[in-house]
T-cell receptor, first 110, second 114 residues
Framework: QKEVEQNSGPLSVPEGAIASLNCTYS??????FFWYRQYSGKSPELIMS????GDKEDGRFTAQLNKASQYVSLLIRDSQPSDSATYLC??????????FGTGTRLLVSP | DAGVIQSPRHEVTEMGQEVTLRCKPI?????LFWYRQTMMRGLELLIY????????DSGMPEDRFSAKMPNASFSTLKIQPSEPRDSAVYFC???FGHGNEKLFFGSGTQLSVL
């Protein structure tokens, strides 16, 4: 079992819709969770972090964490073509290591 | 702040040659990370340093890979001898924490080993 798993996609949504990206992790003692966005040919950049169960909202982005289910998600409301990118879920594990998933490619069509 | 600076941006070399990748972290950051990214395996942590000391090198593929951080403002990742399967994008990142804080990534080095 991979430490951090994501569906590779692509996830295609029309402009203005809600994009839902999901991530599961295997290490139960993981404490910190992150979403990075990576445009094609560019480096990853942090867009959200979440540390406790529940929802965390920042503008059009909402991160959701369920530690019991070992599940993290990212919702993007009012999706824009500029949101088209690969979204990487990252988990800081109990082994004190930041592990990335392989990413979900999001395509937002005008 | 110029951010994390990596060089070179692109490196094309032949199998068996030595390759050296360089990284200058953001001033004041105490942790530095080397990641490798491929389509198949995604972003893999190779090694990370805290206060210039290697903390976890369990991701270094084999003895052909070595990394150093002689001071707080410079790190190198060396591959000797290089092999075609080493072809990937190599990212350097720095942060204030051990990976539980925001990572700032450099632009990456695209390595092609022919």
């Amino acid at each position: 079992q991979k430490e951090v798993e994501q569906n590779s996609g692509p996830l295609s949504v029309p402009e203005g819709a809600i994009a839902s990206l999901n991530c599961t992790y295997s290490d139960r003692v993981s404490q910190s969770f992150f979403w990075y966005r990576q445009y094609s040919g560019k480096s990853p950049e942090l867009i959200m972090s979440i540390y406790s169960n529940g929802d965390k909202e920042d503008g059009r982005f909402t991160a959701q964490l369920n530690k019991a289910s070992q599940y993290v998600s990212l919702l993007i409301r009012d999706s824009q073509p500029s949101d088209s990118a690969t979204y990487l879920c990252a988990v800081f594990t109990g082994f004190q290591k930041l592990v990335f998933g392989t990413g979900t490619r999001l395509l937002v069509s005008p | 702040d110029a951010g994390v600076i990596q060089s070179p941006r692109h490196e094309v070399t032949e199998m068996g040659q030595e390759v050296t990748l360089r990284c200058k972290p953001i001033s004041g950051h105490n942790s530095l990370f080397w990641y490798r990214q491929t389509m198949m395996r995604g972003l893999e942590l190779l090694i990370y340093f805290n206060n210039n000391v290697p903390i976890d090198d369990s991701g270094m593929p084999e003895d052909r890979f070595s990394a150093k951080m002689p001071n707080a403002s410079f790190s190198t990742l060396k591959i000797q001898p290089s092999e075609p399967r080493d072809s990937a994008v190599y990212f350097c990142a720095s942060s204030f924490g051990h990976g539980n804080e925001k990572l700032f990534f450099g632009s990456g080095t695209q390595l092609s080993v022919l």
